[in-house]
């Protein structure tokens, strides 16, 4: 018998995995959605990687931990 699960436990099981494993969970979904657009998909990210780098080097935006972005999350996630 099959168990049915809401997409909302499964994020909240996802975000308790560690940083490594949500990566990969990340490119797993991503890599699922459509082959096709796979190239145009990591291109896109590193763009954003880099528009997201220069903004902190040029000091446009502040970063934060690890553990306050996660838990900024979850208060979103968890409503």
């Not at 969970?25 to 954003?48: F, H, K």
């Not at 990687?49 to 999350?73: I, P």
Request: charged fraction near 40%.
């Amino acid at each position: 018998m099959a168990m049915s699960r809401t997409v909302e436990e499964i994020v909240d099981d996802a975000l308790g995995l560690p940083s490594e494993a949500r990566a990969l969970l990340a490119d797993r979904l991503v890599e699922s959605l459509d082959p096709a657009e796979d190239g145009q998909v990591r291109r896109l990210w590193a763009a954003e990687a880099l528009r997201r780098r220069d903004e902190v080097r040029d000091g446009r935006v502040r970063t934060v931990s690890g553990e306050e972005a996660l838990a900024r999350v979850r208060r979103t996630v968890i409503r």
